[in-house]
């Protein structure tokens, strides 16, 4: 099961936050310190906590683990927000479980499936993972992640990194496999009916604007773009997060 985090009194209403692949619920703490006296939630992915992985790697078995610690919590509807992965397994919750998310935030992610050939990719990397060769190339990447802006910050580069290092191999490789295995969930934005924010930084090299516009028109808004970052916004601009998230945590549960 994966590990819960608090900030404040987790109660109805909650504002859960999922992080982006390969990092834990670090990534979100710089927003979450922003967002005092709302009930804030961070929930990491399977593994990253040092519990033991799902059987079968799936986007659907991660939200069922958020879900079932929420409802341990005693929480039953909520804000859901999600960055790249967290962004997959946000849509996924809105597909199982719609009663319970109320209104959804996506932050450098997109609602399609992988290609033919970024699923190779992925199944290429766990099994890289799990023999232990994929750090360096990990390591790298996730530096590639950041917008060309933030790369000039040496702290900020040292800490994703030193993050990314930190992920455990079963859990990397569990993660890669979930993506890759994942459907598109457009559709499911499209008939959700909620209010949503869409947010993409401007030098995000992942994710592109069409894929943010579609996601945005599906749910009737507009996209926020932010300038100088890239698929990390909620590390690199927390401050600009962490204002529009309480904006749309207020306009949904007062």
């Known amino acids: 099961m994966s590990a819960i985090h608090t900030y404040g009194e987790a109660r109805e209403g909650a504002l859960v936050l999922l992080p982006p692949f390969p990092f834990d619920s ?8 922003q967002l005092e006296g709302l009930p804030v939630v961070t929930v990491d992915p399977p593994g990253f906590s040092g519990d033991q ?18 409802r341990g919590e005693g929480i039953r509807r909520v804000l859901v927000a999600g960055c790249s992965m967290g962004g997959y397994t946000a849509l996924t919750m809105l597909e199982r479980y719609p009663k319970m998310v109320a209104a959804i935030g996506l932050f450098g992610t997109h609602a399609g499936p ?17 023999a232990g060769s994929d750090m360096p190339a990990r390591a790298e990447g996730t530096r590639d992640l950041l917008g060309a802006s933030s790369r000039k910050d040496e702290e900020l580069v040292h800490i994703i990194r030193s993050w990314a290092a930190e992920a455990p191999a079963e859990a990397v490789a569990w993660c890669q496999r979930a993506m890759a295995g994942r459907p598109g969930r457009l559709h499911v934005l499209q008939r959700a009916n909620i209010p949503g924010i869409v947010v993409r930084g401007v030098e995000d090299p992942v994710t592109s604007p069409e894929q943010a516009t579609a996601m945005a028109e599906a749910l ?31 306009h949904v549960f007062g």
């Open 26 to 33: 670090r990534l979100w703490e710089a927003v979450a310190s």
């Open 114 to 130: 992988d290609s033919a050939a970024a699923r190779a990719g992925r199944t290429e990397a766990a099994v890289r993972a799990l």
């Open 53 to 70: 992985v799902p059987v079968t790697p799936s986007l659907e078995a991660y939200a069922s683990s958020v879900v079932d610690k929420l």
């Open 220 to 250: 009737q808004t507009q996209v926020i773009e932010v300038p100088r970052c890239g698929h990390l916004v909620p590390i690199e601009a927390p401050s600009i997060v962490a204002r529009h998230l309480g904006d749309l945590y207020k």
